[in-house]
């Protein structure tokens, strides 16, 4: 039998993780999928443009690009559970809010709020928090926390969707941000304070030695001057070009083949299972493919993905295969894009590490939705579908050169 000490630390890692996925299933689907699934919604009921429209949740992926190095230094300095919890608070006022929107500049004030809140408390901050907390051992939570909340867009859609249908969208947007308020703000205090307090006391965290303080404070010149992070930051920036382009204009897209609202919802909860299905296969596999392999194999099933999608034309068939395989590769790379990023960068200062690559992965996403929205405005969503699969495409071809380019440097030191 286990010793007492160590069955009741078991137990309360259990139940923090527990309590950090189901907090960030709530804040996914509630925060970040509400704007895709009700994207269609807004274009029907205000006179606004798409291209007005994806303005805003360009703008509060920017922002939440700009704050996700200081949230990630935040977190370095033990403060992670109070920052998650307070963004998760402020984005579900903000979501709430929307509801009585009634001018363009309203949307855009609060998206640019909510964008704070999106670097305070979706994946990035959790999982650099697991990964300060447990080391080398982060992995598996971080598995643990994706594999629940992968399902984020299987509720999102559909529930804005039928929500929606019968009350119309205000009533969507006023129960997301209750649903944020109320249950994923406080699942998020509770786990997240539950990890840190681990860390604290099993001696697991990474800090900064005091001779490294000075390299702590330019870490932003040190890792841009490394071709190695560059490399990485590009790759990952172009997945999220294409990942988030076709997320935010999915249901427009789908459209565009000729199918139906129901169909292209249905399409589009898929992609959440198969985001799961996606990490529990690798999970299985990784000690045979290594994550070096694993990292390339996202970038090809993406690009893949795309070409599935543009044959959608042809019938629900291919739309289905582009969730199974787009919402597959996806799904991987939330748990590869920490673990690769240890790998070739080192766990010292992860935080500061996590959050400039995630500065450069939500730059990517960010322009993501207006660029999407300008190349439909000069050439339609095909032309789109072919930017995309170049993006993938050059995307492998970076990380490629990340991992060449980190081999050498281990020559070269051993």
């Not at 990964?131 to 598996?140: I, V």
């Not at 990784?286 to 999608?309: D, E, P, R, T, Y």
Request: hydrophobic share 55%.
């Amino acid at each position: 039998m286990l010793p007492d000490s160590y069955s009741g630390r078991y137990n309360s890692q259990n139940y923090a993780l527990a309590m950090l996925a189901a907090g960030e299933t709530i804040v996914w689907a509630c925060l970040f999928y509400v704007f895709p699934a009700l994207l269609l919604r807004w274009e029907s009921a205000f006179s606004w443009s798409k291209i007005q429209l994806t303005g805003a949740i360009t703008l509060a992926l920017f922002i939440s690009a700009i704050c996700s190095p200081l949230f990630g230094r935040l977190i370095d300095r033990g403060v992670g559970p109070v920052m998650m919890t307070l963004g998760a608070l402020t984005g579900g006022v903000c979501v709430f809010l929307m509801s009585y929107t009634s001018a363009l500049w309203h949307l855009y004030v609060l998206w640019a709020i909510i964008g704070a809140c999106l670097a305070a408390c979706l994946y990035e901050p959790c999982f650099a928090l697991l990964t300060r907390a447990f080391g080398k051992e982060a992995k598996r939570r971080i598995i643990i926390v994706t594999l629940v909340a992968g399902f984020a867009s299987t509720i999102s859609f559909p529930a804005a969707h039928h929500l929606a249908n019968h009350w119309g969208w205000p009533v969507v947007t006023q129960v997301f941000g209750l649903t944020v308020i109320f249950i994923g703000a406080p699942l998020l205090y509770f786990g997240a304070t539950a990890v840190e307090q681990y860390g604290v006391l099993f001696g697991q965290q990474t800090h900064v030695s005091a001779p490294n303080r000075g390299v702590a404070k330019n870490h932003t010149k040190a890792y841009l001057g490394q071709p190695v992070f560059r490399y990485l930051a590009i790759a990952f920036a172009m997945l999220a070009l294409v990942h988030g382009a076709t997320l935010h204009h999915l249901l427009h897209i789908l459209g565009d083949r000729g199918l139906p609202l129901g169909s292209s919802v249905l399409v589009a909860s898929l992609i959440g299972p198969m985001q799961v299905f996606g990490r529990l296969v690798i999970t299985a596999l990784q000690n045979k493919l290594g994550h070096m392999k694993i990292a390339c194999g996202c970038f090809m099933f993406i690009g893949s993905a795309m070409v599935f999608l543009y044959l959608a034309r042809f019938g629900l068939s291919f739309a289905i295969l582009f969730a199974v395989v787009f919402g597959g590769g996806y799904g991987v790379v939330s748990i590869i894009r920490p673990v690769i990023a240890r790998d070739l960068l080192g766990d010292e200062d992860f935080g500061a590490k996590s959050g400039l690559l995630a500065f450069f992965y939500l730059i990517g996403s960010a322009s993501s939705p207006y660029i999407g929205s300008l190349v439909w405005a000069a050439g339609g969503y095909n032309l789109l579908m072919i930017l995309l699969f170049c993006s993938a495409v050059t995307g492998l071809a970076l990380m490629y050169l990340a991992m060449r380019g980190s081999r050498e440097l281990e020559r070269r030191s051993t």
